[in-house]
């Protein structure tokens, strides 16, 4: 038979190791849920497309020699049998003013490429020199020209630069359309019609004998 004070210590025992339990499951440390992570959508960014500012400008088209360009609407023209001159409004009266744009046709019966015609109608002399103006021809100063191929609205054209020539240093841009050269000028000096000039450019295209693209 089991003695009282044996039952009293057995009770005693059970409720300490209870007691223990208890204490450590309402104390010790919970496990965490993770809270649902909401999905993150990804977004593409989006690029403003660029103002065309040629949209409201005039449109000169040349049918005889199959090109057209864009010119803003406070430019005036005038044509001569080889060119035709852009300018300002506020350089009319003040023709030496040297800001204009400038496009003019050169013959190549021989249908020679860019490059080719280049070279036959450059030298290296200097604007002005005996050697330039006894060489007869139109490009000078050759060394400095710092030729580039480039594309104006998807057109091949050849570039390049007429240093020390009068009133201004030129920039000039060729084009090759059947047996004639589309020279365009222009005055890279200019500072307040250079933008203008380079917009100007970039509307240059040629057209088919219907007028078209």
Known sequence: MIK????????????????????????????????????????????????????????????????????PNFYYISEKSDYVLFRNEEYKENPSGGCEFIIYIKSNPLNKSLEEWFADNSTEAEFG?????????????????????????????????????????NIIVLFKKDINIIEISYYPNCSPELNTFEQILSTFKFINENGED
């Open 4 to 71: 009282p004070i044996g039952i009293l210590i057995i009770c005693l025992f059970v409720v300490i190791i209870g007691g223990i339990l208890v204490w450590q499951f309402w104390s010790g440390p919970g496990e965490e849920i993770p809270s649902p992570t909401p999905p993150v959508s990804a977004t593409t960014p989006t690029s403003t497309p660029p103002i065309d500012e040629t949209t409201d400008w005039e449109t000169y088209r040349n049918e005889e020699y199959g090109y057209e360009i864009r010119y």
């Open 129 to 169: 020199t005996d050697v330039h103006q006894e060489s007869g021809k139109s490009y000078f100063n050759s060394k400095e020209a710092q030729l580039e191929k480039t594309i104006v609205s998807d057109q091949e054209a050849l570039k390049f630069y007429q240093i020390g020539g009068y009133p201004n240093d």
